[in-house]
């Protein structure tokens, strides 16, 4: 008998397949374990996700024909998991070595430090110190781990608790899945369940969190078996619901003999704080954040320059932010260990949507953490890579995800940072990729398991990339590049066989590496280039002295503005009427270029008299009044004039900018400064 999961059903279901030499139909499997195919291909979903974490090939699936395991695995089923299901815990890393330590303080009641050095086979040394270390993170979330008399155990608000257990479902590939022990029909219920709530309220989950929540969902009704656990208050966030979400909830929980009204409300709100795919336009929610989503994309426009148009993201962020709003309402946090990746490839962007995102904070009434904004950042990054993308060509690898939406802008937003060199396709979801001709595709890359029988490489990574994800792709990518590097040699050999053709070479060898090298400095040159005009694109570069005004009269802002662009204009950088088109839009559309505190960033498009790229500063000593029919009178005393020439010259600049802008202390300073020298060592230093 294999012994190798937790999953319920899941080992009689390796059994069936270790001892058969044939393949094995849904139909066989169903009949053989008395599960519905859903069940059926939940469970095989479960299994390859272990066998992965182990590295063995997982159960596979040959179209029309059936289901096997190859003989490797079924070799090492039975070599290492025939007698012994425990895993081997001691090579886990320190942070997956703490949760799943926390995930025992939460769910065994106590931890003592001889079950943490038993588990893991580490020191008491170390014991203590991943003990002390989830006392301080738990800390942060008001949770207390305090000693008993059987060892260490958390204390706190159950849905903090909860709240925690949440969180770590969102990374797809956390280790906790593996410590749920799943009955798949109850899962069949929960996942029909889930399905009539997207039927009743028309607010679609992603694929992935149809699968997370049902796993949360289970968790919780087993941990309900422990009367001590049901709520009996809750807190005032979790109180407002919609009728039918609650009576959804209260079905759901009857099937498993919990009446409770208190659990009925929590779980009708907490299945909104997963990630939907698609909303229901009129439901009420989403029409008091849908104007906001416009504020914000016209916000981010004029921060950056950018002329997204908010047709094309407002409902792909509007769909996002439903979800944001309510893990803003409910505490819980969306973190991945790897997130801060994307802040750094997506720096300015990230700066822009910090502060484009305030109107949603205000309406949320929280401060959205980090990264929160780079997930929300990565939306705009990817419209304005949109933009530059050439959509003829075909793609050399291919993105296929639960939906081919929702998440998965995040992920394609981050592989076309990492790699620009390579063609991503557009996200595909499995009924498009099951229609998708494969010609020319060197790799896929999925967040789900594929049933593909197709000889093309298949990468499982999850939405958002861990640092092991990148590493396959890396490899990959770098094996395909390493078979390309011949490309160089095969152009040096036409060279050598043209010039053979009119003229004797005395030293071929030397001739060939001559031109090899010369090839290479020819990349290396073009690679300098492209970093001379990065570097020259900087802050310090852009605002010189004579591109600073220190104001000293009052003045309209008519010209003031005109004013703030005059050393541009000198310069020849913006033509007169890019100025007249700044106070044509103003006038029509209100002061919506005033950032707050007194700092108005004044800009049109590239097209409207843009001749290079280009900042100045106006500083005034009085404000200035920026009046306009049918909009509210704003104050300014900082005018920023910006000249884009296209969507990204401009944004290391302007993020530099931005940045400082935020520091009100350095901004008061620039408010007090008497004269362009004083304002220039400002930003020199």
Not at 71 to 88: A, G, H, V
Not at 438 to 450: E, G, H, N, P
Not at 557 to 582: C, G, M, N, Q, R
């Amino acid at each position: 008998m294999i012994s190798f999961t937790k999953i319920k059903h899941g080992n009689e279901l390796l059994d069936l397949l270790n001892q058969s030499n044939n393949y094995l139909t849904v139909d066989t499997l169903e009949n053989s374990l008395h599960l519905s195919r859903r069940g059926i291909f939940y469970l095989l979903h479960r299994i390859n996700e272990e066998l992965e974490e182990v590295n063995l090939d997982p159960v596979l699936n040959l179209h029309n024909i059936g289901y096997f395991l190859t003989p490797e695995t079924k070799k090492s089923l039975d070599e290492k998991f025939s007698q012994d299901s425990n895993k081997n815990y001691s090579a886990l890393s320190k942070e997956k070595r703490q949760t799943l330590i926390t995930w025992y303080l939460i769910n065994n009641t106590t931890v003592s430090i001889n079950d943490v050095v038993s588990m893991f086979s580490v020191s008491n040394h170390t014991a203590i110190s991943d003990l002390n270390n989830i006392k301080r993170l738990l800390l942060q979330r008001g949770l207390k781990l305090k000693q008993t008399a059987n060892g260490k155990q958390v204390f706190g608000p159950e849905v903090t608790i909860r709240g925690w257990v949440l969180e770590q479902l969102n990374d797809a590939q956390s280790l906790i899945y593996g410590f749920i022990q799943p009955d798949p029909a109850s899962i069949d219920f929960i996942q029909d369940k889930l399905h009539q709530l997207e039927q009743n309220s028309k607010n679609y989950f992603s694929d992935d969190a149809i699968m997370m929540m049902s796993e949360f969902i289970l968790w919780l009704i087993n941990r309900l078996k422990h009367k001590t656990n049901i709520l009996t208050s809750l807190p005032n966030s979790y109180k407002s619901s919609r009728n039918y979400d609650t009576k959804w909830a209260y079905s759901l929980l009857t099937h498993f003999n919990i009446n409770n009204l208190f659990e009925s409300v929590f779980l009708a709100q907490i299945v909104n704080a997963t990630q939907f795919y698609q909303v229901n336009k009129s439901d009420e929610l989403i029409n008091r954040i849908q104007p906001i989503t416009r504020n914000v994309i016209d916000r981010f426009n004029a921060l950056s320059g950018s002329d997204i148009p908010a047709y094309v993201l407002e409902n792909s962020l509007t769909t996002h932010l439903v979800s944001t709003y309510y893990r803003a309402t409910f505490g819980i946090k969306y973190t991945h260990p790897d997130l801060k990746t994307i802040i750094n490839n997506y720096h300015e962007l990230f700066v822009f949507t910090q502060m484009a995102i305030r109107p949603f904070e205000s309406f949320a009434n929280c401060h959205l953490s980090d990264d929160e904004i780079a997930l929300i950042a990565v939306y705009f990054g990817g419209q304005l890579r949109n933009k530059a993308e050439v959509t003829e060509i075909r793609p050399d690898i291919l993105l296929v995800c639960s939906s081919g939406i929702g998440t998965s802008v995040l992920l394609r937003n981050q592989l076309t940072s990492l790699y620009p060199q390579i063609n991503f396709s557009q996200p595909l979801s499995v009924f498009q990729f099951k229609n998708y001709n494969l010609q020319d595709v060197k790799l896929i890359i999925s967040t789900i398991d594929l049933p593909t029988s197709s000889k093309i490489n298949v990468i499982r990574v999850s939405p958002i990339l861990t640092d092991d994800n990148i590493k396959h792709i890396d490899n990959f990518i770098g094996f395909e590049q390493q078979k390309n590097s011949t490309s160089n040699t095969l152009n040096v050999d036409t060279i050598l066989d043209v010039i053979n053709d009119f003229v004797r070479i005395e030293n071929i060898e030397g001739l060939k590496n001559a031109l090899s090298n010369y090839l290479q400095s020819l990349n290396t040159s073009n690679k300098k280039i492209i970093e001379t005009e990065e570097q020259k694109n900087t802050l310090a570069n852009l605002i010189t002295k004579n591109h600073i005004t220190c104001l000293q009269n009052p003045m309209s802002w008519h010209k003031a503005l005109i004013t703030a662009f005059k050393p541009l204009s000198d310069e020849h950088i913006v033509a007169p009427e890019y100025v007249d088109k700044i106070i044509s839009l103003t006038k029509e559309n209100g002061p919506y270029m005033n950032l707050g505190n007194g700092v108005f960033l004044a800009h049109a498009t590239p097209n409207d008299g843009v001749h290079d790229l280009g900042l100045s500063l106006l500083i005034s000593k009085y404000p200035i009044k920026i009046e306009t029919n049918g909009h509210p009178e704003n104050d300014v005393t900082i005018i920023i004039g910006l000249a884009p020439i296209d969507q990204e010259s401009h944004l290391g600049a302007l993020a530099q900018l931005l940045q400082k802008l935020q520091n009100y202390e350095w901004l008061n300073q620039l408010k007090q400064v008497n004269s362009v020298s004083q304002a220039k060592h400002l930003f020199d230093n």
